[in-house]
């Protein structure tokens, strides 16, 4: 049940709003003291010493002061919206964090997904629920496993993609089965994964005209589908098949300027960031997605090594690429840990196994 | 769930049936079979294949390694469709012995073996296999209960009388058909047993002919063979479910040894800059989507300790699904360590996939030696030995925390870190 911010000022000043049938942690409206915590997201804190923000729900803080209350008021555009209770499937802890719904979701965007030592793969299982529960068409580019692990975990995370797939709404390259028939039966017609059977390092215009076809906005006069999305696991691997970080650019490059800046879709790629592993093709590859993107998720380990209750740290950077930046570009970031339906995220030294 | 689950299942054979019935006529395998959720269990479509084991957590179908005490620190066993890459310790002493493991456990769980080399005669491989140690014991212990069997029934307990009513124990050795077994290495396998089991050889130096031929696709010619060789018997036996009138299934163990050696016409591991570096990329790009489209395991032992380009390690390191390193102390400083004394080297499990899930199962304990026995090859935990000097001085504290540093930043696929601390 959504409340508002009438309801929360009714409670401040000692009377209980007139319907509370949800047991909703309060708020902290308390300004934290720390740099680094973005003022405007009250709830999201830093784990700073003097922060006393939390996320939601973990730990309930009861700071409610009338003063910095009343300048929340006045910008509300700038505040994360409450948790919506009734949410389920995909990471609704991630959905809060980047600020979207479903329903709301962004277009013409281009999202990059980063794991540097550490696998991010569950941001692209995040992705790929999340856009299919949007009602968006979705064409995923499935290049390091097979279509069957995305479907059962895609089924832990509330979507079937099987179902999906049937009504049209999902179309998915699978590059392990179709590689091995382009491998071992080579025939003429072009395909998209055509590059395994080349010599020299080939371009990716036949797995681009795969994109374009499975994506094409259907003039059948209803609007079946929201927006068009590409999703792709991952490019990285690409670099590993011959194929140059310059081609695979070049095909972001064109995927982007059909679907996110003609049909108004969503461009969503996984990238491996190879560290200080000195691979000169992987760092040019990262480099330029980078500063083409609006939205960069970076998941990477912790810096002090393996721990059993925090897996790793997000980091959330958002982007104008196509303006120049004036002020900084916002960035956030987490520490999460794997469960087996979903992930919880949580500031950064407030696991709940530390805590 | 499992009424959820089944019901999904269902509707996800009959669609996937249709599609595979129209698109393609060459595999109509549904991959459900090595990779279905803990529901199908419960189908009796599936057969259980002998020497199998479905893991705990979902269901997936494990092999086991040949090494109880490695498969316990894998998650259960090594899942089936998948690559484990074995990074060969320095002078190439420990990882044949995995690699034997592996093919031994094969052949007593009577499952079909393809064994690919450069350097050795895959004949030669198999006769140097170990014993298993429960098939000598076990014969003679049947020997002993059949004539103390007799004279045991006789002998009444006194003290412990409610135990008579419990039916007597077996000894305990499982049957050849379980999961796990114990090998001796001192003792050679029984050529009966090779010859009863089902064995496919890929000897390099055979199969390349002597006429130069022309590199297509950029694989070397080594490896593009080694490729048509495993799909021409994974296609033939039936093992990606292309054959669908045998009723017994089988899994196929797969080992390639010294995968990216000089030996295999590959030169990533003698120059930085090599023409075909994307030789070995390739070639396990397209062996994983084989395997994933099969009832079958690989093993492949590589020596990344030549390969010069560390991007190319990082590359083969994604491409393979579990990895297990092997770092030996001979040569080394380490193998004067006081620490490392009672150890022969190190082994760091550097990845283990996630399959059809979002976890995995991962061992709290990163600090795994192993020792080679008389008759075994253990693998332990790292144990510092306690600090027994009559005066503990502070010059050597501060050498065994050096020691301790070399320890390695740990598993590498949930966090790797700059400095050493686990908790």
């Known amino acids: 049940m959504p409340w508002s911010w009438e309801a929360l000022w009714e409670w401040n000043a000692g009377k209980k709003p007139a319907q509370l049938s949800v047991q909703v942690p309060r708020p902290c409206a308390r300004l934290c003291a720390c740099a680094e915590c973005d003022r405007s997201a009250r709830f999201i804190g830093c784990g700073q010493r003097n922060c006393a923000c939390a996320l939601l729900p973990r730990v309930p803080v009861w700071w409610v002061l009338p003063s910095s209350l009343r300048s929340i008021r006045d910008s509300p555009s700038s505040h994360p919206g409450p948790p919506c209770v009734l949410e389920l499937g995909m990471f609704p802890e991630l959905n809060n964090l980047l600020n979207t719904t479903p329903e709301g979701a962004e277009q013409g965007k281009l999202t990059l997904l980063c794991d540097a030592k550490t696998d991010g793969s569950f941001l692209v299982h995040h992705f790929l629920s999340f856009y299919l529960k949007a009602n968006c068409k979705v064409c995923f580019v499935a290049l390091i496993q097979s279509f069957s692990h995305y479907n059962i975990v895609g089924q832990k995370l509330g979507v079937s993609l099987t179902a999906a797939r049937e009504r049209g709404q999902l179309v998915v390259l699978e590059g392990l089965k179709s590689g091995v028939d382009v491998f071992f039966r080579p025939r003429e017609e072009p395909h998209p994964l055509q590059f395994l059977r080349e010599a020299n390092a080939g371009d990716l215009q036949p797995l681009y005209a795969f994109v374009q076809d499975a994506l094409q906005p259907v003039d059948s006069g209803e609007a079946a589908w929201r927006c068009p999305v590409l999703l792709v696991d991952d490019l990285s691997v690409l670099l590993s098949l011959g194929v140059g970080p310059v081609a695979v650019l070049d095909f972001v490059h064109y995927c982007r300027a059909t679907v996110c800046q003609e049909w108004k879709g969503n461009v969503v790629c996984l990238v491996h960031d190879s560290g200080d592993t000195e691979d000169e093709e992987s760092d040019v590859l990262l480099n330029g997605l980078s500063h083409q993107s609006h939205l960069i998720l970076r998941a990477e380990g912790l810096a002090t090594g393996f721990c059993k209750d925090v897996h790793g740290q997000l980091r959330i950077l958002w982007r104008r690429p196509l303006q120049p930046t004036t002020h900084r570009d916002r960035s956030l970031t987490y520490q999460y840990k794997i469960q087996d339906k979903s992930v919880s995220f949580f500031a950064k030294g407030m696991s709940p196994a530390v805590l | ?423």
Request: with cysteine.
């Open chain 2, 1 to 423: 769930m499992a009424a959820a689950g089944t019901s999904g299942t269902g509707t996800r054979s009959t669609g996937s049936m249709v599609a595979a019935a129209s698109t393609n006529n060459v595999t109509s395998f549904q991959r459900r079979g090595p990779r279905a959720s803990g529901a199908d269990s419960g189908c009796s479509r599936l057969v259980s294949i002998a020497g199998t084991r479905r893991s705990v957590r979902n269901g997936q179908l494990l092999v086991s390694t040949g090494l109880p005490a490695l498969d316990q620190f894998l998650g259960g066993g090594l899942a089936v469709g998948t690559v484990l890459l074995i990074e060969e310790d320095k002078y190439n002493i420990y990882s044949p012995l995995l690699f034997n493991y592996f093919l031994a456990e094969g052949i007593v769980s009577g499952h079909a073996l393809l064994v690919a080399s450069a350097k050795e005669d895959p004949a030669d491989i198999l006769q140097k296999l170990p014993a298993p140690l429960i098939d000598h014991s076990y014969k003679k212990e049947c020997d002993e209960d059949i004539c103390g069997h007799k004279m045991e029934s006789d002998i009444k307990m006194k003290i412990a009388w409610r135990y008579q009513l419990f039916p007597k124990m077996e000894g305990g050795p499982v049957l050849s058909s379980g999961f796990g077994h114990d090998y001796d290495i001192s003792k050679r396998i029984p050529q009966e047993l090779i010859e009863t089991s089902k064995w496919h050889g890929f000897f390099l130096p055979e199969k390349i002919s002597s006429t130069f031929n022309v590199e297509s696709c950029s694989l070397t010619s080594g490896y593009m063979k080694l490729l048509q060789f495993i799909q021409n018997i994974i296609y033939e036996e039936g093992f990606d479910g292309s054959n669908p009138q045998k009723k017994q299934k089988n899994i196929l163990r797969i080992g390639i040894q010294n995968l990216g050696s000089p030996l295999w016409g590959d030169d990533i591991c003698c120059a930085e800059n090599c023409d075909a570096s994307h030789s070995l990329t390739k070639f396990l790009y397209i062996l994983r989507a084989l395997l994933r489209t099969s009832l079958s395991a690989c093993i492949i032992t590589v020596p990344t300790h030549l390969i010069q380009n560390k991007a190319v390690i990082a590359r083969v390191t994604n491409l393979s699904d579990t990895v297990v390193g092997l770092e030996s102390f001979i040569g080394s400083e380490k193998e004067t360590n006081p620490l490392y004394k009672d150890y022969h080297g190190l082994i760091h499990i550097r990845q283990i996939p996630r399959l059809n899930n979002l976890i995995y199962d991962i061992s709290d304990v990163k600090d795994l030696a192993f020792k080679l026995k008389k008759k075994l090859f253990t693998i332990e935990r790292l144990h510092l030995p306690p600090d027994l000097s009559d005066t503990v001085s502070r010059s050597s504290k501060q050498d065994l925390a050096e020691s301790a540093k070399l320890l390695g930043p740990g598993c590498g696929m949930t966090a790797g870190g700059k400095k050493h601390l686990d908790f």
